[in-house]
């Protein structure tokens, strides 16, 4: 298996609207690298283009232009979607089936043995706590049972990449965690996991490396902690207790001092040089207690990345 299991290079889809007089530019040249073994979250606004890279990932739909790869074969070779687990947005069964009938289907399509399909049904609706729900029929689910029956047809045949539009929209917060330690479950598993969201608490901490699109277009792509430190607010430096004489000195330095009876702190803004200011506290014998960087949140570097987006 190659090290980049999901590749796209300068990837463009254009649509036709108004009776195939306009059209609409709607990716703009995607570049995307996902390794092996890597939590990949796949972020944007609605309508931002994630759910037709997606579509073109798993063949629904076919590239104006550009390349695009799955474990090492071109999307339009059908070998690229044999190892690919797929859960769209909105997935949809047949209703009078029960989640085990379901799922039987999903292995035969996958062309697994009988014993194989049985054996993993029964791991997977114990994953997913289905059990007590296997042969019901799946019209009385809840959208939280029809998302963890989406994860288990994903899953029947043991996929090394798997990829999930949005898995968490829409459910609530103990389906959304169940989601969670499910895609926690796969990375400890060795797969690879690319998944789209807008859910931006979700992706701190489950990706190991995010993307983000707006317009059409890639405006970052790296790890998180890379992209906070883009935006990082400052530094904080904390004191234990200080003379007045120190506590004169640190006031005159450049940021805000704080005081109290149990805690002094020095925050140093983003524009200043952190570097020199520990420097002049080091020369003047002032113990540092510890210091924090203070990072904009992934929501609040959001906002901004997209709020001034240009075409």
């Known amino acids: 298996m190659p090290s980049s299991v999901l590749v796209t290079k300068n990837l ?5 609207s108004n009776f195939l007089i306009k059209t609409i530019k709607t990716l703009k040249g995607i570049d995307l690298d996902v390794l092996k073994g890597e ?18 990932l798993t063949g629904l739909i076919t590239q104006t232009s550009g390349k695009a790869s799955v474990m090492g074969y071109p ?18 069964f047949y209703e009078f089936l029960t989640a085990r009938e379901t799922l039987k289907f999903y292995g035969s399509l996958n062309h ?8 993993k049904i029964k791991d997977l609706l114990s994953l997913l706590e289905l059990e007590e729900a296997a042969d019901r029929p799946i019209g009385g689910y809840s959208k939280g049972m029809l998302q ?19 898995p968490m929209s829409g459910l609530d917060p103990l389906g959304r965690n169940k989601i969670k330690e499910i895609i926690k479950k796969l990375k400890s598993l060795g797969k690879t996991v690319f998944f789209s969201t807008h859910i931006l608490s979700d992706v701190e901490q489950l990706c190991d490396k995010i993307a983000l699109i707006g317009k059409g277009k890639i405006r970052y792509s790296g790890t998180v902690n890379d992209l906070t430190k883009k935006y990082q607010q400052g530094t904080r430096i904390k004191f234990n207790s200080l003379s007045e004489n120190e506590q004169e000195f640190i006031s005159k330095l450049p940021g805000e001092f704080t005081t109290s009876e149990n805690e002094n702190d020095l925050f140093i803004p983003g524009d200043k040089d952190n570097r020199e200011i520990l ?3 080091l020369k003047e014998n002032i113990k540092v207690k510890e210091m924090i960087a203070v990072k904009s949140s992934l929501e609040e570097i959001f906002v901004r990345e997209f709020e001034n987006m240009e075409d």
């Open 12 to 16: 463009t889809k254009n649509f036709k």
């Open 39 to 56: 939590t990949y979250g796949f972020i944007g606004h609605n309508g931002a283009g994630k759910t037709t890279t997606i579509k073109i």
């Open 75 to 92: 999307v339009d070779d059908v070998r690229s979607r044999s190892q690919i687990g797929f859960l769209p947005e909105r997935p949809y």
């Open 112 to 119: 697994m043995t009988k014993d194989n399909i049985n054996s």
């Open 148 to 166: 963890r029956l989406g994860m288990a047809q994903a899953l029947i045949h043991d996929p090394h990449l798997i990829i999930l539009d949005e």
């Open 279 to 281: 420097g002049q506290l």
